[in-house]
């Protein structure tokens, strides 16, 4: 998805730094890398859901799915949508003097960011530099008062006092369940997207995007043309828009808006395509052995594509040795 570059003519490194890479991290940064923002997800490699020895709720997964396997598959897709992934550990996140963030490693060079994304379980007190005991609550446990970072710091959707500063984890319940971390990092990295346009522009009508793609099939004739469009968008936006509609900034969003929404619109062969790669990228995290083994070579070959199917199995792979 074409979108909007968040950077400041190039003050820093990235244009958001996610700190975990379990579901909610790597969950915002599918959305802010597939806006166009140059995404930087770091991972230390533990975390919380390896603690799971197997995963039974993750929608799509009917009989469960190792961690090990669900991991890989999150952190392939942020990959795909362009996220650098980087195994390191944030000690520290302390602000800039460009409005911007400054994050220490644990093993790298210290890099800088326009927004960052708290997306990990560890207490938070690498963040305590940005705000200071705001961050902080204290709990009891065993008779002992003990401090961590503010389960009810952000908002719903992730945005918390301090400008550019994220926060999908810790928050309230959602840490323990894979699908809620997911889901609030989502949240969160609308936000970032939202944010980043209007530094660039747009304005809260139209900063709220959504990604997704649909049938073009669904276009009744007269949204074809692109002049619908525009008209659509003067409709339900020039008599509320900030700025003047015959202004340079209302036609770039315009412009920039009509542009994704009819780029959302995919003909029946790139759907096919599309579902021919899906097919693929997920067959390569598969045991081919056992895939064949739980479904049955037949039924196999009915769920799945033969290109996806020869993708990840050779002829001789099979278990009795006739091939596909």
Known sequence: MAGTNGRADGAFDYDVAVVGGGPAGCSAGVFTAREGLETVVFDRGRSSLKRCAHLENYLGFPAGIDVETLYDLFHAHAET???????????????????????????????????????????????????????????????????????DYADRDGSTPVDGLYVASPTPGADRQA?????????????????????????????????????????????????????????????????????????????????????????????????????????????????VDGVGERALLEAMDDDAIRSYVEADETPDGDGL
């Open 179 to 291: 699908i809620l971390a997911a889901a609030r990092g989502a949240r969160a990295g609308r936000r970032v997207v939202a944010d980043a346009r209007r530094d660039d522009g747009w304005w809260e009508g139209v900063a709220e995007g959504v990604d997704w793609v649909r049938r073009e099939a669904e276009l009744d004739d007269e949204w074809t043309d692109r002049e619908r469009w525009v008209t659509w968008f003067d409709e339900r936006h020039a008599a509320d828009a900030p700025v003047d509609p015959d202004s340079e900034r209302f036609q770039r969003v315009r412009d920039a808006t009509v542009e994704q929404a009819r780029s959302a619109y995919i003909d029946p062969e790139e759907i096919e395509a599309r579902a021919e790669r899906g097919h693929e990228a997920l067959a390569a995290h598969l045991d081919a052995e056992s895939a």
């Open 81 to 151: 949508a362009g996220c650098a992934l980087v195994s390191d550990m944030v000690e520290s996140v302390d602000r800039t003097d460009e409005s911007g963030f400054a994050l220490d490693l644990q093993e790298g060079e210290p890099v800088t960011a326009r927004r960052v994304v708290a997306a990990t379980r560890y207490d938070g007190t690498y963040l305590q530099g940005l705000d200071g005991e705001a961050m902080i609550e204290t709990n009891e446990h065993h008779g002992e008062e003990h401090e961590r970072f503010a389960r």
